[in-house]
């Protein structure tokens, strides 16, 4: 009898052991017993730089998601990932920068990354890029659930500015960045690799969908009012964006808080305190002074993307 549930007792195990093994030596039924699944993070750009560039190459690090909707494990997640990205190379392709695990059927909201180092190529002519927004926050855009075969695609929008040093006419280059991102699935065209540094060509409903064709980057200037040129603005403090005057950005929480003025029907010069949040949106469509905020620097600034509205408008509530 003893002998007899002995050997029960080694049939038991060895059936645990084999299920320990199949579940370890299969990522893919592994990830899928712990709910978790692994997503691609991708990056490409439409870079705006001074004529002659050939290469804009960019050193990051850091790079985390932030996930929600998935109770406990909601939060940021440490991605793997670090290198260097050619960003001249990825106008019109992508690729993976980092990849992370977080819950399947989660949403990710925002990614962060840092900027360790720049440099651009201008005629054969090799310079460093400073970048004094070096940390990066993302919002990503929709509220996309993953699949076992998504990705999180930053579309990367950096300018690069050349300033005179006033030594020997020497020229200083500063990297002004802003992004966005979008969650993409894979299908006939957009392939996910979430091995770091492979690269694909996009699609063009992924194009559209990005925007792409729209330069956005830093304005150039530091007038009370921001330009708006068809690029992003890069605005801190005592600055005014449309119908909305900053007055004070906070990295760590990923907001701007201002005074709201009403313009229609009938304009106000009394402001409304208002925080804006990543994605945020400021001024009106009705003329074309529509601002989305896209970015929030820990140097203080923050960087708003004009809504540009191709079509007539409609006209403005009098």
């Known amino acids: ?3 007899t549930m002995m050997l029960a007792g080694v049939i038991v ?3 645990i052991l084999a299920l320990i093994y199949f579940l370890f030596s299969n990522p893919q039924s592994a990830g899928l017993q712990n709910g978790m699944t692994n997503v ?10 001074p004529q002659g560039t050939q290469h804009l190459v960019v050193s ?4 985390e998601v932030h996930s929600s ?4 494990q909601s939060g940021w997640v440490q991605a793997t990932g670090s290198g260097t990205v050619d960003l001249m190379a990825l106008t019109n392709a992508s690729e993976t920068i980092a990849n992370a695990d977080v819950a399947a059927n989660s949403t990710i909201n925002l990614i962060r990354f840092n900027i360790t180092s720049a440099q651009i190529t201008i005629n054969g002519t090799t310079y460093n890029v400073s970048s004094p927004n070096n940390k990066i926050n993302v919002a990503v855009t929709g509220s996309q659930k993953l699949g076992a075969n998504s990705a999180v695609l930053i579309d990367f929008q950096p300018t690069v500015n050349a300033h005179a040093t006033g030594n020997s006419n020497a020229t200083a280059y500063v990297l002004a960045p802003a992004a966005s991102a979008i969650v993409v699935s894979s299908n006939a065209t957009v392939t996910i690799n979430t091995n ?5 060509s996009l699609g063009a409903g992924i194009k559209a969908k990005l925007g792409l064709g729209i330069g956005i980057g830093s304005s150039g200037n530091n007038n ?3 330009g708006r040129t068809g690029t992003a603005v890069i605005v801190h403090g005592g600055q005014r964006v449309s119908n909305f005057l900053v007055q004070s950005v906070n990295y760590s929480s990923g907001t701007v808080s201002g005074l709201l003025y009403v313009q229609y029907p009938v304009a106000t010069n009394v402001g409304e305190n208002v925080t804006l949040h990543i994605s945020g949106y400021v001024g009106y469509a009705c003329d074309n002074t529509e601002f989305r905020l896209t970015g929030v620097y820990s140097n203080g600034t923050a960087a708003f993307t004009p809504i540009l509205n191709t079509s007539t408008p409609g006209g403005c509530p009098i």
């Open 1 to 3: 009898m003893a002998s």
């Open 40 to 49: 691609a993070v991708q990056m490409t750009d439409p870079p705006k730089v």
């Open 196 to 200: 770091i540094g492979s690269m694909a």
């Open 13 to 15: 195990l060895i059936m």
């Open 224 to 226: 009370t009012t921001a």
């Open 69 to 72: 909707g998935a109770g406990n």
């Open 60 to 63: 990051y690090s850091s790079v």
